[in-house]
Every structure is written in structure tokens, then in C-alpha cells.
């Protein structure tokens, strides 16, 4: 039996984070994996010379200073740093009436919508107006100053008093959905299908579904920040994340699988690894999903029934096709990093496979692929069920992934003559290395069901951090889950002695 403060279980962002600002704190904290590298939904992989971001390849601010990117800040807390390629536009929307070319510059992206309908750029204008306004009473307070107690505004309050003011005429809209706030400000049909798109590619959910801050912190960083690509991929953020955590202290163990958390007396013990070892501690984080986490590491009996039942019956987005090829890139010189593709007008745009989402990182960082070479990263929504590794699974493969070719036809029509290399993956593959409930996506709560879940449990020592908790979906959530799962577990003025070193106080 070994002895720490703190077992953190998962090193996907959410994880890493919370390990490593308590390792920053000063905390003994033991991060534990499953997996044979960190990163969860955020690592990448090698195959054959060509290197796959595994999900996330979209980000912004992650060298500004003044960015509200959770990452950044922690970087920062860490004393570390990524090198990044700066790049517009973002990428490009391809409906089936039409493309759109997504930019940083606001005002490009306002003259390509109203190259398309300048009625719905004129809308689109008043939806941005209130979005900002949205953005702007949260830049006055850094995410590295959250936490989730009764200490929460109190310390806001004596840090931060005008900014905390300034936030108060913007509380009613950022309680709202994007699609309430669209109703105010758009009939347009083509700005309405835009914005569910940008708000679906965010919360796997269309406008009525996400609530209007995360859409309103993703215009405003990526309009006033940086948007940038990590050199080597999304996998640089957790190698740096990494760095930072031995830094100070922590202890990262690979191939560690938890198989149960220990709780005696309502409270946590500890737990017990899959080969029998037992690690004392009298903190406990979950980085698993709330279904993982209450159906395999928690025995029922240590949870209230009613709460267990309430959280468990939380609905799913669908889970993954992945699609990851190696091609040549001879005659490619003009290609853009993003795409997304909506191959069919008259079927919705969450419909598994009718939208696709493209990346091709080596149009920002050659090294992910040989000379010659480009690398590329195709996905779509599909379901788990009916999934599994019978006779038919590999034909059932090939058949899946067919939408993510043609969608890719749409951008290099003479693709299929290009492939070097292909690796499809399924809801099978996503639930198997990521493990994760059904491979699912994450949470389907639309606001007017109520907001996701906190980080604290009915157990007393036990946390959860990730995209099943608040604020929700995407690298900045589930870092900034990190952030105040860890925060919450130190005082205040251990909080305010980090920002000041930092100089975000």
C-alpha cells in the first residue's frame, strides 16, 4: 500500500489539469492512466511516420498572454510554454448551397456572410453584439480564479469587486441559450443553419441546446486572440502538462488501470488498482465520465439512490466515426487546415454522418507526416448501438466511413487515388482506448434540462473533473473543471499567492 494526498484517475485535460494545479499547490498527488500514453480525448499517435490528433485540433490563445484560454493560464501556473503556428481563416463550412469562409477577422467573416446574404450579415451582427457583450464581462475574471464552495464569491468579491460589477448587466444573457438569443436577432434561414452549426461543432448540440457562453467565449477568442495550431499536435498540450506536473512534484503512472474507489464511512479511502495494489488517499478525482464513474469505480451502495439513478439516466451524444489517412500531397499547395462538410440539405445537421469534421494538420506543422505527405483527421457522429467485433464488423467499418469519404471529396476530389496509408476507428475503438462510456461524446443536456453536473459527489473526498461535469464540453471546459476542482481544494490565499505570481492579480 502506497500513501498520497490526492489519486487523480485519468489523464485526459480535466485530469491532467486538476494534477497539476494541486502538485502546484503543493499537494502529493498520484495521476493514474489506463492507457500506454496521457491525454485522453487530447492525445495523439503515430502510425507509419504520419502523427493523428486522437479529437480535439481547434484552438485559440494558447501563447497570449491575455487569452481567457484555461490552458494558457495553467500553462503559465506551471511555468510552462508550447510553440504554436498562427493561422486564417480557420477553415471553411461547405453546405450543400455553398461554402463559407470562416476568418479570425470579424469583419472578413461579416463580408463573407454578407457576400452569401447581406440580410444575414446585418443579422448576424446584432447576434454578435450580444455575444460580445457576453464576452466582455468575462474577460475581467481569469479562469484561474474559479472555484465551486461557498468561498467562490467572497474571494471575487475581495479580488475582483469592479469586475465582478461588470458582469452583472450580462447575467441574464448569459443564462440563455444561443438559439433564444437567435430569435431576437435572426430570421435569415442560412445564418440560422450557420450558427447551429458553429454551436453544434462546440456542444455536440444545435443553438437551443448550448447555452450562449460558450459560443460567446468561443467568437470572442478566436475575433480578439490568437488562433493557433500546437507544434505536434494537441499532444504537445499534454506533454507540457506533463512537464509541469513531475515539475512540481506529481507522479504520472501509465498502464494503471483503477478498478474500484475505496470509500468506508462515506468516505473516500483511496483505491485499488487492477493489479491488486492498494493506494491510500483522502481525495479522490475522477477524470471518467459520470457513467464510468458510478457504474465501474463506485460500488452502488456508497451512493444515494436517488442521485445515482439521477445521474446515470444523464442522456449521451452519439459517439465517433474516425477516419485517419496518410496521402500525398503533390498538387495540394492551397489547401486550409479546417473543413466542415454537411453533405445532405435535407437531413439534419447532428444526423450521424451527414456532418463531417476535417483537419488536416499538416497544413500548419509538415512534421506530423513525411516529406511528400499530408496527414489527415476525419469524424462524424455515430450511434454505439449495434456496434460490435463480429464476422461483419470490418465490412461494417468500410460502410460507416464512406460519408467521411465523400465528404473529403468535396475538398481533395482525387483522394482516393492519394491514400498511402487509412486507419478507420469506430464507437468500438473510441469506447475501448479512451474508455469511455459507449465512446460517447459527452453529456446531452440542453440548458433547459438544467446545467451539467459540479464536481463534488455525495462522498465525501471524492471529485469528478471533465466534459461530464461543469462548464461542459471542449478542452477550455474540462480544463477550466481542472482548474476549479483543484482550486476549491485550497484556501484562498493560497489561490490569490498564484495569481499574483502569475500577474492575473
Not at 15 to 29: D, E, I, K, Q
Amino acid at each position: 500500500m502506497s500513501d498520497v494526498e490526492v489519486v487523480v484517475i485519468g489523464s485526459g485535460i480535466g485530469g491532467l489539469v486538476s494534477a497539476s494545479m494541486l502538485a502546484r499547490y503543493g499537494f502529493s498527488v498520484l495521476l493514474c492512466e489506463s492507457h500506454t500514453i496521457p491525454g485522453g480525448s487530447a492525445h495523439g499517435f503515430s502510425r507509419q511516420g504520419f502523427h493523428f490528433d486522437a479529437g480535439p485540433s481547434f484552438f485559440c490563445g494558447l501563447t497570449d498572454p491575455k487569452s481567457l484560454n484555461p490552458v494558457r493560464q495553467v500553462l503559465s501556473a506551471l511555468d510552462e510554454a508550447i510553440e504554436t503556428v498562427p493561422y486564417d481563416p480557420l477553415g471553411h463550412y461547405h453546405f450543400p448551397d455553398g461554402t463559407l469562409e470562416v476568418s479570425s477577422d470579424i469583419d472578413r467573416y461579416r463580408q463573407a456572410i454578407a457576400n452569401i446574404t447581406p440580410d444575414g450579415a446585418r443579422e448576424f451582427s446584432r447576434l454578435e453584439r450580444r455575444l460580445n457583450t457576453i464576452y466582455d464581462a468575462l474577460r475581467g475574471i481569469p479562469p484561474l480564479a474559479l472555484r465551486l464552495d461557498w468561498q467562490a464569491i467572497p474571494f471575487l468579491v475581495q479580488h475582483y469587486p469592479f469586475r465582478l460589477f461588470k458582469l452583472l448587466p450580462a447575467m441574464g444573457l448569459m443564462q440563455r441559450t444561443v438559439g433564444e438569443l437567435m430569435d431576437e436577432c435572426a430570421v435569415n434561414p442560412w445564418i440560422r443553419r450557420t450558427i447551429d452549426l458553429e454551436c453544434f461543432l462546440l456542444s455536440g448540440l444545435k443553438s437551443y441546446g448550448t447555452i450562449a457562453p460558450e459560443v460567446a467565449f468561443m467568437f470572442g477568442e478566436r475575433a480578439r486572440s490568437t488562433v493557433d495550431y500546437p507544434l505536434g499536435g494537441s499532444a504537445a498540450i499534454v506533454e507540457a502538462l506533463v512537464r509541469g506536473f513531475k515539475k512540481w512534484g506529481g507522479e504520472l503512472r501509465l498502464k494503471t488501470h483503477v478498478e474500484k474507489i475505496l470509500v468506508e464511512g462515506g468516505e473516500v479511502r483511496g483505491v485499488r488498482l487492477r493489479n491488486g495494489e492498494t493506494v491510500s488517499a483522502p481525495i479522490v478525482i475522477s477524470n471518467a465520465t459520470v457513467w464510468d464513474t458510478y457504474l465501474k469505480l463506485l460500488d452502488a451502495a456508497e451512493l444515494p439512490p436517488s442521485y445515482r439513478q439521477e445521474s446515470l439516466s444523464i442522456p449521451t451524444i452519439d459517439s465517433f466515426m474516425h477516419l485517419n489517412l496518410g496521402i500525398r500531397s503533390d498538387g495540394l499547395e492551397g489547401l486550409t487546415g479546417h473543413h466542415v462538410v454537411v453533405l445532405d440539405e435535407l437531413s439534419d445537421i447532428t444526423v450521424p454522418g451527414n456532418t463531417c469534421m476535417i483537419s488536416l494538420p499538416t497544413v500548419w506543422d509538415k512534421n506530423l507526416a513525411p516529406e511528400g505527405y499530408h496527414a489527415i483527421h476525419a469524424y462524424t457522429l455515430e450511434p454505439y448501438r449495434d456496434w460490435k467485433l463480429d464476422a461483419d464488423y470490418e465490412q461494417r467499418k468500410q460502410d460507416r466511413s464512406q460519408s467521411l469519404y465523400r465528404a473529403l471529396e468535396k475538398i481533395i476530389p482525387d483522394l482516393r487515388d492519394r491514400i498511402e496509408f487509412e486507419m478507420i476507428g469506430t464507437p468500438v475503438t473510441h469506447a475501448r482506448f479512451l474508455r469511455r462510456y459507449h465512446g460517447t461524446y459527452g453529456p446531452a443536456i440542453p440548458p433547459i434540462r438544467g446545467i451539467f453536473p459540479s464536481i463534488h459527489t455525495p462522498v465525501k473526498g471524492l471529485y469528478r473533473v471533465g466534459d461530464t461535469t461543469l462548464p461542459g464540453i471542449g478542452v477550455p471546459a474540462v480544463a477550466a473543471s481542472g482548474i476549479m476542482c483543484a482550486n476549491t481544494l485550497v484556501s484562498p490565499d493560497k489561490m490569490s499567492g498564484l495569481l499574483q505570481e502569475i500577474g492575473l492579480l
